[in-house]
């Protein structure tokens, strides 16, 4: 007992110096997220389905070594969560429903940070500290590249089985030298929220294929709804906050403008380009006339807390607000679609991929046991529940887009199936294991851009030489 509490003590005093050094206490001061009401359909009662949770031991000569728990003694794994928040909440409900099932493993989950940028930072500092703190870990789809060497290889846990009806380019994703260190469990792309009860109004015959007609748009609207006394109405949110989620709003932005993903497949800076300077000067001048000055402190809660209030006619945000604007407590509920965000020209549309995997430390003292568990977690059935949980997860899982339940609960899942699967990837493997600096170099100099520190010239000129710095890499043109 007392062993236990020392180690959870010892990893909340790596968050709580992670959070410190990321600066993560300013951007994580969202406005109280709205509270979601428990699910029915988020808590399954079944016992976990005996094939998502293999109970054959690894074949010998492959298992590493491993603390085996005297017989009769419960092995405790620490998996460290989402941040607060919907999502959080499913979590609690799984950890319970498999502790009850499997009184010999237990999982003690903790709250995560918010930012992913804030995650990785503490993800790096447990494994510099080779700690056994954390067992089980959510891992971001750019994160393979960068956290392999730490991570267990789920192929000497029965991983390759599990992950066989997976959306290949995923498991190839989680696939680092041949190791299989992350198992597929959702994924995102970034999509358009729009008011189709404003559209109406306001007499648009559908949501803006380019950025022009979407500042037209939002102005349009958010001039109507303030003159009809809404003070607090903006035409568009997203997320402006330096962190990982600027980084994908302004990929998309770039991208879908002709400028190229930063660094590209074949390792060559491509930054530095009029399309993509101009792109963040379009983005600079949305703040403070159709989006919150505010929103360069925006992350995606904080966006989605404006949009669910009804006070906004578009958001930039992942596949989770979907379910949760269809909520009780949501402003917006049978008002609202989602569909491809806008780019410079109609079609040139882009959603960045995101998307989440689960991992387990090399570092842990029962790799099965955790194995095992993430095993569940990203199980076809688990999945399911996810999906029709309030957060409306994307199943990585091909077999679930023709599942009967998803199809009528989920009906934009399997509809907007082709922006998920056409989503543009950010340089993560091309500059792996390097890519969170690249990461940093990109948001910071385009959110200094959003605050009117710099020119969208002068930032991708600086990107290009910070990240020639840092990589070596040729430069180029997208
Ligand atoms: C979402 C995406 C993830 C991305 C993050 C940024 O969680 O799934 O890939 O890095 O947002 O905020």
Redesign the pocket.
């Known amino acids: 007992m007392k062993r236990r509490y020392l180690a959870v003590m010892g990893l909340l005093v790596i968050m709580a110096m992670v959070l410190a050094a990321c600066g993560g206490g300013a951007a994580t001061e969202a406005p109280a997220a709205p509270a979601e009401p428990a699910a029915q359909e988020a808590a399954p009662t079944e016992a976990p389905a005996a094939e998502a949770a293999p109970t054959e031991a690894p074949a010998a000569e492959e298992a590493p070594a491993e603390a085996a728990a005297p017989s009769g003694d419960v092995v405790t794994l620490t998996w460290v969560g989402p941040g607060p928040g919907g999502e959080f909440e499913f979590r609690k409900q799984q950890a319970a429903e498999w502790n009850a099932a499997n009184p010999d493993i237990q999982i003690n989950l903790i709250e995560g940070p918010v ?3 804030d995650r990785i930072g503490l993800y790096l500092q447990a494994f510099q500290a080779q700690s056994t703190d954390i067992d089980i870990m959510q891992i ?3 994160w393979p590249g960068d956290l392999a060497d730490n991570l267990i290889d789920f192929n000497e846990y029965g991983g390759a089985e599990a992950v066989a009806g997976d959306f290949p380019a995923i498991v190839q994703n989680n696939t680092v030298d041949g190791r299989l260190v992350g198992l597929p469990w ?3 792309g970034g999509l358009l929220y729009y008011r189709t009860d404003l559209l109406e109004k306001y007499g648009f015959a559908g949501p803006p294929a380019t950025w022009t007609e979407l500042e037209e748009m939002s102005q349009t609207i958010q001039d109507g709804e303030r003159a009809e006394g809404n003070q607090d109405f903006w035409g568009y949110v997203w ?1 402006g906050a330096p ?3 600027l ?2 709003d302004a990929l998309e932005w770039v991208y879908s403008s002709g400028g190229g993903t930063i660094v590209s497949p074949e390792k060559v800076i491509t930054i530095n380009n009029d399309a993509a300077s101009a792109a963040l000067d379009r983005a600079y001048s949305w703040i403070g006339k159709i989006s919150p000055p505010g929103v360069t402190g925006f ?2 809660e904080d966006s989605r807390a404006v949009w669910h209030a009804g006070n906004a006619a578009f958001m930039r945000n ?1 596949p ?1 607000a979907y379910g949760l604007s269809q909520n009780d407590d949501s402003a917006v509920v049978g008002k609202f679609d989602a569909t491809a965000l806008p780019g410079a020209e109609a079609g040139q549309s882009a959603a ?5 995997q689960v991992g387990v430390s090399k570092y842990s003292k029962y790799p099965e046991a955790a194995a095992k568990v993430a095993l569940w977690l990203a199980s076809e059935e688990q999945q399911k529940a996810q999906a029709l949980s309030p957060n409306s997860l994307i199943p990585t899982k091909m077999a679930l887009y023709e599942d009967p339940d998803i199809a009528a609960q989920r009906e934009f899942m399997p509809k907007l199936l082709p922006v998920f699967t056409s989503a543009v990837a ?1 340089p993560s493997t091309a500059t792996a294991p390097q890519y969170n600096e690249v990461s940093n170099i990109f948001f910071s100099n385009v959110y200094d851009v959003l605050t009117g520190k710099q020119s969208g010239a002068d930032a991708v000129a600086n990107i290009e030489i910070d990240l020639e710095d840092l990589t070596g890499f040729e430069v180029g043109a997208p």
Do not use: K, P
């Open positions: 930012s992913a940028t971001d789809v750019i959702f994924t995102d997320q962190y990982e989620g980084t994908c992350m995606e992942w989770y960045t991929l995101g998307g989440w950010r």
